[in-house]
């Protein structure tokens, strides 16, 4: 089992910045590549980025490249979706996820989620 606790959301206008943070803990934490995913009002929970468990490697959805940086530090079993220019379409509850495979499914393993919300 990976238990994940997400923390940095809250209220911010357009164009601020927020970071959030996924501590997880449980199974060691660098076997695991980590997600981050956002669900909207309404919407079906959606990629956001990823990075593989060493952090050599990231993959960022379309609407957020060069503007969100994901990151991770293995000694602090953390990973961190650094977030500016933030605009009011990514109001969303947004969710960290762990997966023993660096893939573009989600794995098994989420947190309660943070909410994120832009103002405009």
């Known amino acids: 089992q990976v238990q994940l606790v997400e923390s940095g959301g809250g209220l911010v206008q357009a164009g601020g910045s927020l970071r959030l943070s996924c501590a997880a803990s449980g199974r060691i934490f660098r076997w695991y590549a980590m997600g981050w995913f956002r669900q909207a009002p309404g919407k079906e929970r959606a990629f956001v980025a990823r990075i593989n468990q060493g952090g050599g490697s990231t993959d960022y959805a379309d609407s957020v490249k060069g503007r969100f940086t994901i990151s991770r530090d293995n000694a602090k079993n953390t990973v961190y979706l650094q977030m500016n220019s933030l605009k009011p379409e990514d109001t969303a509850v947004y969710y960290c996820?762990?997966?023993?495979?660096?893939?573009?499914?989600?794995?098994?393993?989420w947190g309660q989620g943070t909410q994120v919300t832009v103002s405009s």
């Open positions: 996820n762990a997966d023993p495979d660096y893939s573009s499914s989600p794995g098994h393993y």
